[in-house]
């Protein structure tokens, strides 16, 4: 119910309930993060007091947390995250991404640390890609480099680290590309896109043959991180 309320007012972030504490009456509290800041403070401003699926009013204030931690963190989107938000503000036709060059770099066998004749095999992807916003005119690319030292049991146990290696490393190529895209929401509803230029940014007619990344390792990334945990939070409701 949480959810259906407050996404009313634009696309959440997280969701997440907890119980009173011990020494408050009994009952459950919600933190609850927006994407834009003016989309909280009108959640806030339209649902503080209101008897919106329970009997008493609710009460909702804008988050005070202030911790210079907090303040400090500038962590970019995950993978699903960028999906999420751009398919609500642009559109599932508002964007496209396109691969322009995905090649194994390193493919080796080395002595496992355990000796007995062990191999490892370590591996390793770039991915350059291409995101462009057609209605807006504006394109961008983002790179990656993921690698994982693994030991080799069979031809099965290669094939499977090669495919998880290519879809990791085309997700942490369109995350960087994200990185660089501004979305702008007007008061009228309309989205507006810009991308931020930097020295280092790829040009059409300088990329060829050039692939110029950002390095990951994929144990950096585990597949079940909470990507809400210990941020700020927009909006608190209780």
């Known amino acids: 119910m949480l959810f ?46 209101r008897s919106l699926f329970q009997s008493s009013p609710l009460k909702v204030r804008l988050s005070s947390k202030q911790t210079p931690h907090f303040l400090s963190r500038n962590k970019p989107l995950g993978h699903a995250r960028c999906l999420e938000l751009a398919n609500h503000c642009l559109g599932f036709n508002g964007w496209t991404s396109d691969i322009i060059a995905l090649k194994e770099l390193t493919n080796e066998e080395e002595e496992g640390e355990e000796g007995g ?17 057609p209605h807006h005119k504006q394109t961008t690319r983002g790179a990656a480099v993921v690698e994982d030292s693994f030991t080799c049991t069979g031809p099965d146990v290669l094939l499977q680290r090669r495919c998880k290696l290519q879809k990791l490393v085309r997700d942490r190529a369109l995350v960087q590309a994200f990185t660089t895209v501004l979305l702008i929401l007007l008061g009228n509803g309309k989205v507006m896109v810009e991308v931020k230029r930097t020295s280092d940014q790829f040009l059409l007619e300088q990329s060829e043959g050039v692939l110029q990344v950002n390095e990951f390792c994929q144990s950096e990334f585990p597949s079940d991180v909470d990507e809400g945990e210990d941020e700020e939070w927009n909006l608190t409701a209780s």
Not at 25 to 40: D, R, T
């Open 4 to 49: 259906g309320v407050f996404s009313s007012f634009g696309p959440l972030y997280l969701v997440k309930v907890s119980p009173n504490a011990p020494l408050h009456p009994p009952g459950f509290f919600a933190l609850i993060k927006f994407y834009s800041a003016a989309q909280a403070l009108k959640a806030q401003q339209l649902t503080d007091g």
């Open 117 to 133: 004749g062990v191999r490892r095999r370590r591996l390793r992807f770039g991915c350059l890609l291409q995101l462009s916003f």
